[in-house]
């Protein structure tokens, strides 16, 4: 009989080769891209969860202290026109005097990724540590991967 320990390891290492298969679908550039920009904010959110979605528009991983997505600090959104980080439910209270943020939703703002680098340009690292801020604290630990949705049709993933 297998232990609850070891059904969470296993869905874990099922979603994490579920999101390997997602990323491949991008063409190599953006996979380098992703792969790198997720490393990076596995490193900033540490104990976060990371709650997938492969929708019809974009390919997103949101960064939450909890399994519930509307506490989420973060999100990386991946087309194949690029990548970008939003804050999908602080964006538009961040303080933002270098007005980096672009969006005129009723609370998400984003930001374009060209590397992982810009996830540590001053004015960026400034918005993820105000947004940190204003949610919930991250537990500690290793936050799980947890795929919240796979949409059937999508959007081409490669240009």
Request: aromatic share 6%; proline share 7%.
């Given at each position: 009989?297998?232990?609850?320990?070891?059904?969470?390891?296993?869905?874990?290492?099922?979603?994490?080769?579920?999101?390997?298969?997602f990323?491949?679908?991008?063409d190599?550039?953006?996979?380098?891209?992703?792969?790198?920009?997720?490393?990076?904010?596995?490193?900033?959110?540490?104990?976060?969860?990371?709650?997938?979605?492969d929708n019809?528009?974009?390919?997103?991983?949101?960064?939450?202290?909890?399994?519930?997505?509307?506490?989420?600090?973060?999100?990386?959104?991946?087309?194949?026109?690029g990548?970008?980080?939003?804050?999908?439910?602080?964006?538009?209270?961040?303080p933002?005097?270098?007005k980096?943020?672009?969006?005129?939703?009723?609370?998400?703002?984003?930001?374009?990724?060209?590397?992982?680098?810009?996830?540590?340009?001053?004015?960026?690292?400034?918005?993820?540590?105000?947004?940190?801020?204003?949610c919930?604290?991250?537990?500690?630990?290793?936050?799980?991967?947890?795929?919240?949705s796979?949409?059937?049709?999508?959007?081409?993933?490669?240009?």
């Open positions: 009989m297998k232990t609850a320990a070891k059904r969470a390891q296993e869905r874990s290492l099922d979603a994490e080769e579920q999101l390997k298969g990323i491949e679908k991008f190599p550039a953006n996979q380098a891209l992703i792969r790198s920009v997720r490393k990076t904010l596995r490193k900033r959110f540490p104990g976060a969860h990371e709650l997938v979605y019809y528009n974009f390919f997103v991983i949101g960064y939450s202290p909890t399994e519930r997505p509307s506490d989420a600090i973060a999100s990386m959104a991946c087309s194949a026109n990548l970008g980080l939003a804050f999908p439910y602080c964006g538009t209270k961040l933002d005097p270098r980096v943020l672009r969006g005129s939703g009723t609370s998400n703002r984003s930001i374009h990724l060209e590397s992982a680098a810009t996830l540590s340009r001053p004015e960026v690292a400034d918005l993820i540590d105000a947004a940190i801020a204003m919930k604290p991250l537990p500690g630990g290793k936050g799980s991967v947890v795929i919240r796979v949409s059937a049709k999508q959007r081409p993933r490669r240009k």
